[in-house]
């Protein structure tokens, strides 16, 4: 199953240990699915992690942070993307989990953000909230 991860999520993850999103994260580390990434989106969750209404909620050091990113690097599958779509205008930045899921063919995005989940589905591929997602890999292999 590959897989796209907003942003958002894994912030999520870091201000939530125990959350959802945390365990998605942890799911991805136990090779559940694969994990689609571009530059770009690398580029973006360093930005966001050192926003600082981010950053003054964060308990981790600036070494941490950049441990957390440095695993996207190493483990995640990087695509380049093909092509620029302008699907989501209201937040045209949205469109590069778009853009990264048609690159490396994914099965879903996934995403707390209103302007993706809008969409539910865009070119087969399925656009789903943290929590449709952990009960998917959640699922007992039928």
Same mark, same amino acid.
């Given at each position: 199953? $590959?897989?796209?991860?907003?942003?958002?999520?894994?912030?999520? =993850?870091?201000?939530?240990?125990?959350?959802?999103?945390?365990?998605?994260? @942890?799911?991805?580390?136990?090779?559940?699915?694969?994990?689609?990434?571009?530059?770009?989106?690398?580029?973006?969750?360093?930005?966001?992690? @050192?926003?600082?209404?981010? $950053?003054?909620?964060?308990?981790?050091?600036?070494?941490?942070? =950049?441990?957390?990113?440095?695993?996207?690097?190493?483990?995640?599958?990087?695509?380049?993307?093909?092509?620029?779509?302008?699907?989501?205008?209201?937040?045209?930045?949205?469109?590069?989990?778009?853009?990264?899921?048609?690159?490396? @063919?994914?099965?879903?995005?996934?995403?707390?953000?209103? @302007?993706?989940?809008?969409?539910?589905?865009?070119?087969?591929?399925?656009?789903?909230?943290?929590?449709?997602?952990?009960?998917?890999?959640?699922?007992?292999?039928?």
């Amino acid at each position: 199953m $590959r897989v796209v991860i907003d942003t958002n999520v894994f912030v999520s =993850a870091l201000l939530s240990p125990t959350g959802v999103p945390n365990q998605i994260f @942890h799911y991805w580390e136990l090779s559940y699915f694969d994990l689609l990434v571009s530059q770009e989106s690398l580029d973006e969750l360093e930005r966001v992690l @050192h926003y600082p209404k981010i $950053r003054k909620r964060l308990r981790s050091t600036e070494e941490e942070l =950049a441990e957390f990113v440095n695993i996207f690097q190493e483990k995640a599958l990087m695509v380049t993307r093909q092509e620029t779509i302008t699907v989501i205008t209201a937040d045209v930045s949205d469109n590069l989990y778009l853009e990264i899921g048609l690159a490396g @063919h994914a099965d879903y995005v996934v995403s707390g953000d209103q @302007h993706l989940l809008r969409l539910k589905k865009y070119r087969g591929i399925s656009i789903i909230t943290p929590t449709e997602f952990q009960a998917i890999i959640s699922l007992p292999a039928g």
